[in-house]
């Protein structure tokens, strides 16, 4: 290819990434609100290097491991934390930019 054609074909590269860029920017920032009883849940998670079991995560809070359990599945539920099986456990981990 010569040149001109090269750089032709750039600039029509160029034209259609500034086309998706208006169209992302268009789009609506979600923001998800979580309730105060689920803060220290996620606080826990943050200290325990964004993952963990409710048994240490309740180790952390305070709380019993039932409550920490159903805070954990709301989150999970949310979209904040994925759900892994670890043998017999489940370790939660925050997903990254969730909150």
């Known amino acids: 290819?010569?040149?001109?054609?090269?750089?032709a074909i750039?600039?029509?590269v160029i034209e259609k990434l500034d086309i998706?860029?208006?169209k992302l920017n268009e789009i609506p920032q979600v923001?998800?609100?979580v309730s105060c009883a689920l803060l220290p849940t996620i606080n826990a998670l943050k200290m325990l290097n964004n993952s963990g079991t409710a048994s240490r995560i309740?180790?952390?809070t305070g709380r019993t491991r039932a409550t920490e359990s159903?805070?954990?599945?709301?989150l999970h539920r949310m979209g904040i934390v994925a759900k892994e099986r670890n043998g017999r456990n489940r370790?939660?981990?925050l997903k990254d930019g969730a909150v």
């Open 20 to 22: 998706i860029i208006v």
């Open 58 to 60: 309740c180790q952390v």
């Open 1 to 7: 290819m010569r040149d001109k054609e090269l750089r």
């Open 91 to 93: 370790v939660f981990i």
């Open 70 to 74: 159903m805070r954990l599945n709301e």
């Open 10 to 12: 750039l600039q029509c």
């Open 31 to 33: 923001s998800v609100q």
